[in-house]
């Protein structure tokens, strides 16, 4: 078991005042070229003169990555 990767990145654009977009994953080796993975993601952005924030995605994902 391992931690494959940590994002986390604030941009900013015309019409936004920022994106915030996060991803942790932990992944598992089921043969050296197949992987299961658990993680968590988080993306959301907000819009100049709009105080909401939207939400583009946030929860768990589980997932299996083959490399061929």
Same mark, same amino acid.
Request: net charge negative.
């Given at each position: ?6 994002? !986390?990145?604030? =941009?900013? @654009? ?14 598992? %080796? ?7 993975? !658990?993680?968590? =993601?988080? @993306? ?14 946030? %929860? ?9």
């Amino acid at each position: 078991v391992r931690l494959v990767g940590s994002e !986390m990145c604030i =941009r900013d @654009s015309d019409n936004t005042e920022n994106i915030a977009d996060a991803d942790l994953r932990i992944q598992y %080796g089921l043969l050296p070229t197949a992987r299961v993975y !658990m993680g968590y =993601r988080y @993306s959301r952005y907000k819009l100049e003169g709009i105080s909401k924030v939207f939400m583009l995605e946030e %929860g768990i994902h589980l997932g299996l990555k083959v490399d061929f």
